[in-house]
Nanobody
Framework: QVQLVESGGDLVQPGGSLRLSCLAS????????MSWYRQAPGKERELVAR????????NYADSVKGRFTISRDNAKNTVSLQMNSLKPEDTAVYYC???????????WGQGTQVTVSS
């Protein structure tokens, strides 16, 4: 059974930090590119950050570069998103995604709410 379980979402003040985590099971984690997406109310889901299966190559949305850092622990089947200097516009539901090479598979977590507000 494939599972992606996110945690760490919360209410935080502008300028604050949060760390999201995603625990994966039920598929070949070591072969998956892991990503964080987000969806704000009334907006389309967008890619926030991605880390490849091999080599640790990463890419980020321009809006989060320099503030967010994605990392993965292949021994623990986890991927994390460290979010610093949070802004109100970062408010969204954040989703963990696992994607195989050539879309061999494409799995989503249930999402975790991040709210940035004073």
């Amino acid at each position: 059974q494939v599972q992606l379980v996110e945690s760490g979402g919360d209410l935080v003040q502008p300028g604050g930090s949060l760390r999201l985590s995603c625990l994966a099971s039920g598929f070949s984690y070591g072969r998956a590119a892991m990503s964080w997406y987000r969806q704000a109310p009334g907006k389309e889901r967008e890619l926030v950050a991605r880390i490849m299966a091999i080599g640790g190559w990463t890419n980020y949305a321009d809006s989060v570069k320099g503030r967010f850092t994605i990392s993965r622990d292949n021994a623990k089947n986890t991927v994390s998103l460290q979010m610093n200097s949070l802004k109100p516009e970062d408010t969204a539901v954040y989703y963990c995604n696992a994607r195989g090479f050539g879309y061999a598979f494409d799995y989503w977590g249930q999402g975790t709410q991040v709210t940035v507000s004073s």
